[in-house]
């Protein structure tokens, strides 16, 4: 999968984004790192305009990359924060879907999830150009995949191989594989 860098139609990053990169992350402790993105959602909540969707997809997708496995981790460990932080990445899909996709539904489930039968399970629909994600899964899906929360970040940043976690077995399909196989590629995922 390709990484999510600055796209051409990204507007220039704004001070939020500034700030959010110059944070070295390397010197954050995983609950650091945390206390950080909670910060960022929580200012969010608040009204304050600094927000964790107000960030450039760029330089979301750079803070996961950056983070550390530990650091992911403990993120998605953090129950409030793994919604938060999937429905932004679920978000930003629908942003950067590209002309002419498939009509498709995919079902995702996340391990070590508190909803029934220990999964957090999400729907994404592509349909007559639209890109829609969410927690209700209503329609039948052409494949489902079982995934580690921490190797979904790592797999949409770039930071890991898709096919590779699943021949070790760590992405597991249901379904439809080449669909699954070819979902990067309906998203103009472009670096500069």
């Known amino acids: 999968m ?4 600055r796209l051409a139609d990204e507007p220039k990053l704004g001070a939020f984004d500034e700030f959010a990169r110059s944070i070295d992350l390397e ?4 609950g650091q790192f945390v206390r950080l993105i909670e910060t960022m959602d929580m200012l969010g909540r608040a009204g304050t305009g600094i927000e964790l969707a107000g960030l450039s997809t760029s330089t979301f997708v ?4 950056q983070a550390s496995a530990a ?11 793994r919604s938060v932080v999937l429905a932004e990445l679920f978000g930003r899909m ?3 879907l590209k002309p ?4 498709l539904v995919l079902h995702w489930r996340f391990t070590g999830g508190c909803e029934a039968g220990g ?5 994404t629909v592509i349909e007559n150009g639209q890109c829609v994600s969410g927690i209700v899964q209503d329609r039948d899906p052409r494949a489902t995949v ?16 898709a096919p590779l976690l699943f021949l070790r077995g760590r992405v597991k399909v249901k379904g439809d594989i080449p669909c699954v196989a070819n979902f990067p590629n309906h998203f103009d995922l472009s670096s500069p």
Do not use: C
């Open 2 to 5: 390709r990484t999510w860098h």
């Open 27 to 30: 010197k954050l402790d995983p």
């Open 62 to 65: 750079r803070i996961i990359e």
């Open 71 to 81: 650091q992911l981790d403990a993120l998605m460990e953090h129950t409030e924060l």
């Open 94 to 96: 629908g942003r950067h």
């Open 100 to 103: 002419g996709a498939p009509n």
């Open 119 to 123: 999964y957090d399970r999400y729907q």
């Open 146 to 161: 079982t995934i580690v929360p921490t190797d979904f970040l790592k797999v949409a940043t770039g930071n890991a191989s």
